[in-house]
């Protein structure tokens, strides 16, 4: 970044050595000395085309250390929103961060995220980084989703042919292993007034491990600032000076939207990596809001879910190319302040009427909410049913334990009139369209798993467990021995080390995904119905269900 007091210099100069009135008005007009860019910025949308349940926390402006809820998303208020600061800003562009797909509502999953890149292509979305999610349906399926088509088993399930996303994703860091190139384009260069501006779009380098491994195949995903560092020499060769990064990584903070209070976080390791040269970081991934100062570098990240547009005001020295000033600000979407986009409203429209007969589908009626909420232990009640929704599932095939992950629990189940649940609850709780495999592992392997839990870096959280499987665990012992021994047992019998069990897990899990590849050693696989239909069964079944309490999993210290 260049000397902003070397601009406001350079202004003064002007104003002093200003031409009189005749002759400034038969002199040609000079160009300023500064070019004004105004970049807007979201990530982690998710498919979130209607408002999400929620809205955003803030500090409450009445003041103290409380906070407060605000209704907040929604595409028809986002897109309304862009429109606007677009029209205010003649040098602008629209960018992401990623994961604007993957872990969808029913509303965008159910026709495989078509309708996300739909809107956001009438939003008029310029660029977006890659995020982990996605590559949730893998390379081919991501490739559709930028070029067009339908989709390759279920056809044209919108009702029309998908012409793919008017915006261009990039992937500097991601590279096919048997070409060497990258997937898509590393970088994008937008001429604002003449003057260059490079943007740099890449996901996390640890993407391969958060995904399923088979959609990771044939894929290196490389370091983050070592990418970024390479490409910068490369740029500054061709004459771009000004450098802003799209980077599915972020950090955690405890402030409000435009605050950078306690922030932690792998973003924090990264930016001080980067070459001097990057002015700007949007990042994502961690479903924070925060606008910081890292290393002399703006970094933000705008929520999730569309809660959030990130307003980035730059100003570029005519002379010098360079960003001489920067700042931004988090402007939350709220639904009491703007009004609908007629043409999302009606994009939502279609799609809500081939989505209605299915997504209202009542499943069963719950006493009180299910939630995601763990204990000390890591358990959920939402997890408990859901591992017993999987285990009554995979019983036909002589399931006897079913273990599911906790990253793969996207809401808590809400009881609407009458204590109802619908399908697109129960869809919204499990978005990814994982079918479920019961396979045989070893008491020695089951014991195998549950240390993994604790490998760093390779899970979202403690397992949940089906009913009548148990175990205690220590975090004061050593590394894979956090299990405490003897203390698995199935139906109150001990869990024998050569004894064979059947398992029920996702396909996720099974084919190793979250780092636990003891399940690709999994025999005797035999594929079952979709993760969503057996929940769906076993709240009918169990109808009216009560959240269980949670009392599978011991910690101790």
């Excluded at 500097?172 to 590393?186: E, L």
């Excluded at 994008?188 to 490079?198: E, H, T």
């Excluded at 978005?431 to 870096?457: C, D, H, S």
């Amino acid at each position: 970044m260049g000397d902003f007091r070397g601009y406001q210099r350079a202004v003064s100069f002007l104003l002093a050595f200003s031409l009189p009135a005749s002759a400034a008005a038969a002199a040609p007009r000079k160009p300023s000395p500064i070019v004004d860019v105004t970049v807007l910025a979201i990530n982690d949308l998710h498919g979130n085309l209607t408002p999400p349940s929620g809205g955003i926390s803030i500090p409450d402006p009445t003041g103290g250390d409380k906070k407060v809820v605000v209704a907040a998303g929604g595409v028809e208020y986002m897109a309304t929103l862009i429109h606007r600061l677009r029209a205010k800003h003649r040098n602008s562009i629209f960018v992401a961060a990623g994961d604007l797909v993957g872990a969808s509502p029913l509303l965008s999953g159910l026709f495989h995220d078509e309708p996300t890149v739909e809107s956001l292509s009438l939003m008029g979305l310029d660029l977006s980084a890659v995020g982990n999610h996605e590559f949730d349906d893998g390379r081919t399926e991501l490739l559709r989703l930028q070029n067009g088509g339908c989709h390759p088993k279920e056809g044209c399930t919108g009702g029309h042919s998908f012409a793919g996303a008017r915006f261009h994703y990039l992937a500097a860091n991601v590279v096919d292993t048997g070409t060497g190139k990258t997937i898509f384009p590393s970088y994008y260069v937008r001429w604002f007034d003449g003057l260059p501006v490079a943007f740099i779009g890449l996901t996390l380098q640890g993407t391969g491990s958060i995904i399923t491994p088979s959609a990771a195949s044939g894929l290196e995903f490389r370091d983050e600032a070592e990418t970024v560092n390479a490409l910068i020499a490369k740029l500054k060769a061709q004459g771009v000076q000004a450098f802003v990064v799209l980077i599915h990584e972020g950090g955690m903070t405890t402030g409000g939207p435009n605050d950078c209070k306690d922030l932690t976080g792998p973003i924090t390791q990264i930016v001080p990596k980067l070459d001097k040269a990057v002015d700007v970081v949007v990042s994502g991934h961690t479903h924070q809001a925060y606008n910081c100062v890292i290393d002399g570098r703006l970094v933000t990240s705008a929520h999730r879910y569309g809660t959030v547009v990130t307003q980035i005001d730059l100003k570029l020295d005519r002379r010098t190319h360079d960003v001489v000033f920067a700042r931004a600000d988090n402007r939350i979407v709220r639904d009491d302040t703007y009004e609908k986009d007629p043409a999302q409203t009606r994009l939502i429209a279609a799609y809500d009427a081939l989505v209605a007969p299915v997504a209202g589908r009542v499943a069963g009626k719950i006493t009180a909410p299910i939630t995601r909420d763990e204990n000390d232990a890591g358990e959920s009640a939402l997890g408990e049913v859901i591992a017993d929704a999987q285990l009554a599932a995979g019983r036909a095939s002589g399931g006897q334990i079913a273990f599911m992950n906790s990253g793969g629990i996207r809401t808590d189940l809400k009881p609407a009139g009458e204590g109802n649940v619908t399908y697109a609850d129960l869809f919204d709780a499990q978005p990814f369209g994982n079918t479920l495999v019961t396979l045989t592992l070893t008491g020695a392997q089951i014991k195998a798993l549950l240390e993994m839990q604790w490998v760093a870096g390779k899970t979202s959280g403690v397992l949940q467990v089906s009913r009548g499987f148990s175990y205690a665990w220590d975090k004061a012992r050593p590394g894979g021995e956090h299990v405490v021994p003897d203390s698995l047992r199935l139906d109150g019998k001990p869990i024998e080390p050569g004894t064979d069990y059947r398992v029920v897990v996702s396909n996720f899990l099974a084919d190793g995904g979250e780092g636990l590849t003891v399940l690709r050693e999994g025999r005797d696989r035999v594929a079952g119905i979709s993760a969503v239909d057996a929940l769906e069964d076993y709240v009918r079944a169990s109808s009216p269900l009560s959240p269980p309490l949670p009392d599978r999993i011991t910690r101790l210290n």
